[in-house]
């Protein structure tokens, strides 16, 4: 029988009126049928928000962070985060 896989923690910092961050929701709630996400919104001008962009020394949102690695930030390669998804499903199974 297989191993149940966990859920993968993912963070993404957004801003009001901002396409990239409407994109990359999207995005996750495309990628979030097809893999086990627990996805965490962060407003951009929480405190949560604002330590993540000083910590990673972002320019603009969105910041994207999966298992608490930061991933990337503005337009988000979809193709890119669901490799990355895969190796964790990989890792998280095995």
């Known amino acids: 029988m297989p191993a149940e896989v966990k859920e993968i923690q993912v963070q993404l910092v957004t801003a009001p009126g901002c396409h990239f961050c409407d994109e990359a929701r999207r995005t996750l709630q495309v990628l979030g049928g097809r893999f086990p ?18 910590r990673h020394r ?8 999966i298992e608490g690695a930061f991933f990337g930030f503005g337009r988000l390669s979809q193709r890119r985060l669901e490799q990355r998804l895969i190796q964790l499903m990989t890792v998280k199974a095995s």
């Not at 965490?40 to 962009?53: A, K």
């Not at 972002?58 to 962070?65: A, D, E, K, M, N």
Request: net charge negative; aromatic share 8%.
């Open 58 to 65: 972002v320019p603009f949102p969105p910041i994207l962070l």
């Open 37 to 54: 996400l627990t996805i965490e919104f962060v407003p951009l001008m929480s405190e949560t928000g604002r330590d993540l962009v000083a």
